[in-house]
């Protein structure tokens, strides 16, 4: 009796491992990278070494306010450097990063990454990409004529959106955007336009597991209608911090998420 009991708990745990899918990837947001602040080349540098002696991850998400200011001049740079990345990588878009008067539009910055990186397949601010059973939504919130901090997703957007929750309504969804839906500290300036009707938005979707943010320089991890929100602090804040993010999801149970920030070693050292 014995022996059939631990049989059948091995092959109930078999089983279970059979529909689990794990995750691996990391979050670096707000490097502001510009040619004349040679800290932040040191940084971004030391940031990609650092994690490029990391295992097991899926690809690097940037979140925004990459670059300075909108200069061409320093997103080539800044990709010149991200390149040396050994895990693929993707961007999104912060307010940091465009200002279309200035000469640095939305479709410009992504025709600059994708010039300068023959891998790198978006071809547009919002859009999807899969990973091992996983699949990752970038929503674009940023503002390139009138740029400032405060989030503000279009209706456009937002609709695309739902059309893509309603596509993969059987996969786990993450979204990465730059700017959070859940504030980790008060900023009325940085505040996402209409973020209660995102929020009320998601709620309608069942297989969002997570939403991770940059935008305030500030570590913040909330759960709320079964969404986990990540916000995480400015690569160019001392001490230098990216995010390592697991996600652990098993049929029957709830997805579990686990973070980790790291310290870019021997940064301003």
Avoid: C
């Avoid at 631990?6 to 979050?27: D, H, M, R, V, Y």
């Avoid at 602040?37 to 540098?45: P, R």
């Avoid at 500030?218 to 209608?225: F, K, L, P, Y």
């Avoid at 996600?247 to 920030?261: D, H, Q, R």
């Amino acid at each position: 009796m014995k022996k059939f009991l631990s049989i059948l708990i091995i092959l109930l745990i078999a089983a279970g491992t059979a529909f689990a899918n794990e995750i691996k990837f990391i979050q670096v947001t707000d490097a502001h990278y510009s040619s004349p602040n040679a800290h932040s080349k040191e940084v971004l540098e030391r940031t990609v070494q650092d994690i490029n002696k990391q295992s097991g991850i899926a690809f690097v998400i940037f979140t925004g306010d990459n670059i300075d200011s909108a200069n061409p001049e320093y997103l080539k740079e800044f990709v010149h450097i991200v390149n040396k990345l050994k895990y693929p990588y993707y961007t999104v878009i912060g307010n940091h990063d465009v200002f279309k008067n200035g000469g640095l539009s939305k479709e410009r910055y992504i025709e600059i990454i994708r010039k300068n990186h023959l891998f790198y397949t978006p071809r547009k601010p919002n859009y999807v990409f899969e990973k091992d059973g996983f699949v990752f939504i970038v929503a674009d919130g940023a503002k390139e004529v009138i740029p400032g901090p405060g989030g503000y997703f279009k209706e456009d957007t937002l609709k695309w959106l739902v059309e893509q929750l309603k596509k993969y309504d059987d996969r786990p969804v993450g979204i990465f955007q730059h700017f959070p839906l859940i504030e980790p500290r008060v900023v009325k300036s940085h505040r996402t336009y209409e973020a209660e009707k995102y929020l009320d938005l998601l709620k309608q979707h069942n297989n969002v597991i997570a939403v991770v943010s940059g935008h305030y320089h500030t570590n913040g991890e909330t759960t709320q209608d079964g969404i986990y929100h990540i916000s995480s602090p400015s690569l160019l804040s001392d001490p230098n911090y990216y995010k390592i993010i697991t996600i652990v999801t098993t049929k029957g149970f709830s997805p579990m998420i686990y973070t980790e920030l790291k310290e870019a070693t021997g940064v301003g050292k």
